[in-house]
């Protein structure tokens, strides 16, 4: 396929028609979830990419739109920056530019990459492209794999069935191979394969997603999720503390259930500050209901040390057990390379306890209420092979987060969407106790059972299974999506077979 690229009018057009493309994308997530649309912007984007003149080119439409989707996409880190981190506005929206601009160089990359492609492998290359530059940006400077075009799938479309085999960045490549196939058919190129790859894919996803990768362990266990909507810009002021004690005090108390969760540093103080006689308070609440309480705190080891985490305890029947965040957020709970830009970030950005110290990557499931948890704390459910590692022991997932730091941006629901798919890559239930919510319950299937809404003092009260068996992501991790990617581009990337010339008798 060959069009006239070369006038530079018509250069920026598609460029700009690519940038849009990449911000029209942003409602096929959560919370509108208009997940055809993804198939749709994709569509175009391999349309334009597959004809684009050079790599060059192609990388530059690529980017284009990967500046259109994460600039429309997470513009709420402007909120976090601004509004609760007191970075100035004239400061934090180019910060917030410069960083949607670093994560628009993967798809770049993976548009060149399928440019650089003979010309009838570039449509499926793309997708292997995508998928592995996907990956790559999970875990490249810590990583951030937020808004992976396989999330924009779970839990409606067919394609999210192939999450507990390939996990979401397999989902992600199998989005963008149908966009590539539909692109084929509209464009009236190689239409047949187009219309045969979409029937496979369709078929596939809604195939695995019959499948029951995991089976129910015990009976359903009754769960208290606790809401406590503690604004952010008050969360640490002397004045609120003790209505903020009292508050989540009363909500374990009052609890009728085994399992009690309470979200991310609910108790906004390091763990020797904390009254015995408070957590006594809790610990015999959960007991006389011959369960638990998992309570976020800030945990200092030793007592008056500089080395704390963001944590969770449980307290009640079984013995006190920790889970400590390993993944941190870079220069929200650690800065990176400090002794150069702690001076320089010290200045300029002013989040509570940004020095945090991680966890470590060995622990263990939380074995409460019956049921083994496995803990993740905030942001840390992004990185699916990170959860993988407390299974298949674990029965259940949990996370605990505190999203108060966007304000009333689609950033909640946006992570709610990612805990969905975390449950189907697992087949586990997933338990989100949240401060400002999405305080959500979610079943195997990446489906939301129940859910509290946004900004609002409440408890959710709701009933889970525990589960064990090990879907196929849980045992391979990303490696089988990232294998697969890359010997898809060393197939593609191979010469054509010449010819035979014809020989004269």
Request: proline share 6%; with cysteine.
């Amino acid at each position: 396929m060959t069009r006239n690229t070369g006038a530079p009018r018509a250069v920026w057009l598609r460029r700009f028609a690519a940038l849009a493309l990449g911000a029209l994308t942003v409602p096929a997530y959560a919370p509108l979830g208009w997940y055809p649309l993804a198939l749709v912007s994709l569509a175009a984007l391999a349309w334009l990419v597959c004809g684009a003149l050079d790599v060059r080119r192609a990388a530059a439409l690529g980017y284009a739109f990967g500046l259109g989707l994460f600039t429309a996409g997470i513009g709420w880190i402007y909120i976090a920056l601004h509004q609760f981190g007191g970075m100035p506005g004239w400061l934090a929206a180019p910060v917030t530019l410069v960083f949607a601009g670093y994560l628009a160089l993967y798809p770049a990359a993976a548009c060149a990459i399928a440019r650089a492609l003979p010309a009838s492998r570039r449509w499926w290359g793309l997708a292997a492209a995508w998928a592995l530059t996907e990956w790559l940006r999970g875990w490249v400077f810590t990583g951030f794999p937020w808004l992976a075009v396989g999330y924009s799938q779970v839990p409606a479309s067919p394609l999210a069935g192939l999450a507990p085999v390939l996990g979401v960045f397999g989902v992600s490549g199998a989005t963008v191979l149908a966009a590539a196939a539909l692109a084929q058919v509209l464009a009236w190129q190689q239409w047949r394969a187009g219309l045969a790859t979409l029937a496979l894919l369709a078929a596939a996803g809604l195939g695995l997603g019959r499948v029951a990768w995991t089976e129910v362990r015990t009976p359903a266990l009754p769960v208290t999720l606790v809401q406590g909507n503690v604004a952010q810009d008050l969360k640490f002021r002397e004045e609120t503390l003790v209505r903020t004690l009292s508050r989540y005090a009363e909500a374990v108390e009052n609890a009728g259930t085994r399992l009690v969760i309470l979200p991310e540093t609910a108790l906004p103080l390091f763990l020797h500050e904390i009254p015995a006689e408070y957590l006594a308070r809790l610990t015999a609440a959960a007991k006389a209901r011959g369960g638990d309480a998992i309570v976020g705190v800030f945990d200092n080891a030793p007592p008056g040390s500089d080395r704390y985490y963001n944590a969770v305890m449980s307290l009640g029947s079984a013995p006190v057990q920790h889970y400590r965040k390993d993944h941190l957020v870079p220069f929200g709970e650690f800065i990176p390379f400090k002794r150069l830009l702690a001076p320089v970030i010290n200045d300029w950005l002013h989040i509570p306890l940004s020095d945090q110290t991680r966890g470590g990557t060995d622990q263990k499931p939380l074995e409460v209420a019956g049921e083994r948890v496995a803990m993740n704390i905030c942001y840390e459910d992004v990185f699916g092979e990170e959860i993988i590692r407390q299974l298949p022991g674990a029965t259940v997932l949990a996370n605990v987060s505190n999203d108060a730091w966007y304000g009333r941006s689609w950033a909640a629901e946006q992570h709610l969407q990612i805990s969905q798919t975390r449950a189907l890559e697992t087949g586990r239930w997933m338990l989100r106790a949240t401060n400002t919510g999405v305080t959500a319950v979610i079943d195997p299937h990446g489906v939301v059972r129940a859910q509290l809404p946004q900004f609002r003092e409440e408890v959710l009260v709701a009933e889970v299974e525990g589960r064990t068996g090990a879907t196929p992501y849980v045992r391979t991790g990303n490696w089988a999506v990232a294998g697969l990617s890359i010997a898809a581009l060393a197939v593609a990337a191979r010469p054509g077979r010449r010819k035979p010339r014809a020989v004269a008798h």
